[in-house]
């Protein structure tokens, strides 16, 4: 996901590292220090509101600067999680930072086909449930068009496998 990330130009995950523990396949990630997980924020800043859509509740708390670079870089998880097969991306899979000018994503440990139980992203559902339309712009379109599975290892130094 680090190397996708940066691939797309995103740059949204953490540095991350994979290790072998017990024989299992895990990996690691850099901790955002400036950051707080999106639904410990929402939880702590909602009072007694009931954040039903943290992905709006997040947004209508970001200061106007920084609102549309949040915003895009949450389109930009929803784009990355559709190529990378992961549908575990909810407010306990992102980091905001204490400034609320950035966003990152963690947790993709569902990703690639790694276990695909049922939709559980809720930034696409909040998203769309606000009427916030995901979109892929000009400029995306053209780094995706063409690219197959077997380009996107290319990309990410052979960190995908099939």
């Given at each position: 996901a680090?190397?996708l990330?940066?691939?797309?130009?995103?740059?949204?995950?953490?540095?991350?590292?994979t290790?072998?523990?017990?024989?299992?396949?895990?990996?690691?990630q850099?901790?955002?220090?400036?950051?707080?997980?999106?639904?410990?924020?929402?939880?702590?800043?909602?009072?007694?509101?009931?954040?039903?859509?943290?992905?709006?509740?997040?947004?209508?708390?970001?200061?106007?600067?920084?609102?549309?670079?949040?915003?895009?870089?949450?389109?930009?998880?929803?784009?990355?999680?559709?190529?990378?097969?992961?549908?575990?991306?909810?407010?306990?899979?992102?980091?905001?930072?204490?400034?609320?000018?950035?966003?990152?994503?963690?947790?993709?440990?569902?990703?690639?086909?790694?276990?695909?139980?049922?939709?559980?992203?809720?930034?696409?559902?909040?998203?769309?449930?606000?009427?916030?339309?995901?979109?892929?712009?000009?400029?995306?379109?053209?780094?995706?068009?063409?690219?197959?599975?077997?380009?996107?290892?290319?990309?990410?130094?052979?960190?995908?496998?099939?």
């Amino acid at each position: 996901a680090y190397f996708l990330s940066n691939a797309l130009g995103f740059g949204s995950v953490p540095p991350t590292a994979t290790r072998v523990m017990d024989g299992k396949s895990t990996s690691i990630q850099s901790w955002k220090e400036d950051s707080t997980p999106m639904g410990e924020f929402i939880r702590d800043s909602a009072g007694d509101e009931d954040p039903s859509n943290y992905t709006k509740t997040l947004l209508d708390k970001v200061p106007k600067e920084h609102k549309e670079k949040i915003r895009k870089k949450l389109n930009d998880m929803i784009i990355m999680d559709l190529i990378m097969n992961n549908n575990d991306r909810h407010s306990g899979n992102l980091l905001i930072s204490n400034d609320l000018s950035d966003v990152h994503a963690i947790d993709h440990g569902n990703a690639f086909g790694n276990g695909m139980s049922g939709v559980k992203n809720s930034v696409f559902r909040d998203m769309h449930a606000a009427n916030m339309k995901v979109t892929v712009d000009e400029d995306m379109m053209k780094r995706l068009k063409g690219t197959s599975l077997g380009h996107l290892k290319l990309a990410v130094g052979g960190h995908v496998e099939d």
